[in-house]
């Protein structure tokens, strides 16, 4: 019984860990003061913004053009346009969108400065677009990114400026990146401004809430990312997320500007994800607390860039994270091995003198595996009876995210339980531990050696769970419960974020995390029996089943289905 509720608490506890981790923060009101960054207050220019789609060449995109115009000089800076034509392919998809204006519209990007105390040093860029898709207000996209950066440059004093700072406000983001691609231009096609960028932040939006994660940033970070570990309070960042988004066909108007070689950092918030060009993006529907988080990351790195002596220069990648949204640990990659040293010696000390035989290591390298692929192939087998076997519309699959999600934990559950069924007669705590530590610490050491950006995700939970087992003779089964708690918390967060990613296509990729969680779970499992186990693996795979045939019979209302449609989606 002890055992059963040390297990719970300790789930339990992992699990209200990781959701405070997730979550926004709390909105700063109006009349919070000058120098912070409000999203009350920055929900003023989200109003007006997004009271309606503006797609480019609009009505009303050239109503929010000239709005935008006004809030910035009223904010002290200069301001002028820049026209950019549209190529042929945005041009045939305004025409799809049913503009009047598709043959004559221009992407109409809003540049506007204002100097700092050195006009010749490299300057500081804050972009974000405030055109829209057609039939969505797009409160979050960008509407959101636009807002964050008028009240982060109200937020920072011209007097405090050592160099200029840039707003670049783009225009047909949603028709191929239009603007950004004409202000980036190599040479003398582009805008002449774009030559004295010294850094580049960029803040977009693919949903309507959640914590806004710094997801991509420009060439050679390392000092960068030194000067933003330094002043980004309650910071969502890891070096992982950066180099699959490399690897991801996706882009951002801060495309162009990585294209150039330019510095700089791009953030997004990506919950709500049925929001993402939905009609039903409103400034009601936005989530004020992600707007919070959006624009106070961005604010704080802003103002580090604008006062520092001198702008970070190029230096080698490091590797970095978020400690469950607390601060920023970053290192050269070479660390990383230094850690998974730190973990072996810890896992030599938990097992030294303690009686193990070879085939409960490998016992214990066959469960990992085994969780692994039951997990891997039950969350497969979910995913095709929840409408991915079909051509299902994108936005349909993200609209059921939280479904999905539901989804894989039930049947990761069940595959836990399947796993402790077949366990059989050589479950034993040192030997069983001791091949679940090898068989990850050769994943670590794996993806250290492939993917060194990659490494904390597995590593640092691998040094907690070595150092929860080695402390165990002495502090008894609280050591790995606390590993446990941590371990969880910082892994499940990001497979939280892996799933709203790229969950809706391919959810077995949690997988990988499974092995992990079961080495931190192994000290505190308690025994079962294999029909129990199995029982209950049944019922939880019964239920994910219902869960997934809901979401493959879900229908979209009218509205949306009518935009799907006129979108070719």
Request: positive net charge; aromatic residues 8%.
């Amino acid at each position: 019984m002890t055992k059963w509720l040390t297990l719970v608490v300790t789930i339990v506890a992992a699990t209200l860990l990781g959701i405070w981790a997730v979550r926004p923060p709390a909105p700063r009101p109006a009349s919070a003061p000058a120098d912070v960054f409000s999203a009350d207050r920055a929900m003023a220019d989200v109003r007006v913004i997004a009271r309606a789609p503006h797609p480019t060449g609009s009505a009303e995109n050239a109503a929010v053009h000239a709005y935008l115009v006004r809030r910035l000089t009223a904010l002290g800076f200069s301001v002028r346009t820049v026209d950019a034509p549209l190529p042929p392919k945005s041009r045939a998809r305004l025409r799809e969108w049913g503009s009047p204006v598709a043959d004559t519209a221009m992407a109409r990007t809003i540049v506007a400065l204002r100097p700092g105390s050195d006009p010749v040093s490299p300057l500081v860029a804050v972009m974000a677009h405030y055109d829209s898709v057609w039939g969505s207000p797009g409160a979050a996209d960008d509407a959101a990114g636009v807002a964050a950066a008028l009240e982060l440059a109200r937020a920072i004093p011209q007097a405090s400026q050592r160099r200029d700072l840039a707003l670049i406000l783009t225009d047909a983001e949603e028709l191929g990146l239009v603007g950004a691609r004409a202000f980036f231009a190599d040479g003398t096609a582009g805008d002449p401004l774009a030559a004295r960028v010294g850094v580049l932040v960029n803040l977009e939006t693919r949903g309507g809430g959640g914590r806004a994660s710094m997801f991509e940033t420009g060439p050679g970070n390392g000092a960068l990312m030194r000067l933003f570990a330094a002043n980004v309070a309650d910071p969502a960042a890891n070096s992982l997320a950066v180099k699959i988004y490399e690897l991801l066909p996706n882009s951002t108007d801060f495309t162009p500007a990585k294209l150039r070689g330019i510095p700089g950092v791009n953030f997004a918030f990506i919950g709500d994800a049925g929001l993402y060009h939905s009609p039903l993006a409103t400034p009601d529907a936005l989530d004020r607390r992600a707007l919070q988080h959006l624009g106070a990351q961005g604010l704080d790195i802003t103002r580090a860039l604008l006062t520092a002596p001198a702008l970070p220069e190029r230096a080698p990648d490091t590797v970095f994270s978020d400690v469950l949204g607390t601060v920023i640990i970053a290192y050269p990659a070479w660390v990383g091995w230094l850690v998974l040293v730190a973990a072996a010696g810890f896992a030599f000390v938990a097992i030294r003198g303690r009686g193990w035989r070879w085939r409960e290591i490998v016992a214990g390298v066959a469960d990992g595996v085994a969780f692994a692929l039951a997990t891997a192939v039950l969350a497969y087998g979910a995913n095709m009876l929840s409408g991915a076997d079909r051509k299902s519309n994108y936005y349909d699959r993200l609209a059921a995210l939280p479904r999905l999600e539901w989804q894989v934990l039930l049947l990761m559950t069940a595959a836990l339980a399947l796993t402790i069924a077949m366990a059989g007669r050589w479950r034993a705590l040192h030997g069983n531990w001791l091949g679940l530590f090898g068989l990850n610490l050769v994943l670590a050491v794996a993806v250290q050696a492939l993917l060194p950006a990659g490494a904390p995700v597995l590593a640092w939970p691998l040094l907690v769970a070595a150092l929860g087992m080695a402390l165990l003779p002495r502090l008894g089964v609280v050591a790995p419960a606390l590993a446990a708690v941590f371990g969880i918390a910082f892994a499940g967060n990001l497979a939280h974020f892996v799933m709203l990613g790229i969950g809706p296509g391919m959810p077995s990729v949690v997988a990988v995390f499974t092995p992990l969680l079961l080495l931190l779970l192994w000290p505190l499992l308690p025994p079962v029996p294999r029909r129990t186990a199995l029982l209950a693996a049944l019922v939880l795979i019964a239920v994910a089943a219902g869960l997934a045939l809901w979401v493959r019979t879900d229908v979209l209302a009218p509205s949306v289905a009518v935009y799907s449609l006129k979108n070719g989606y």
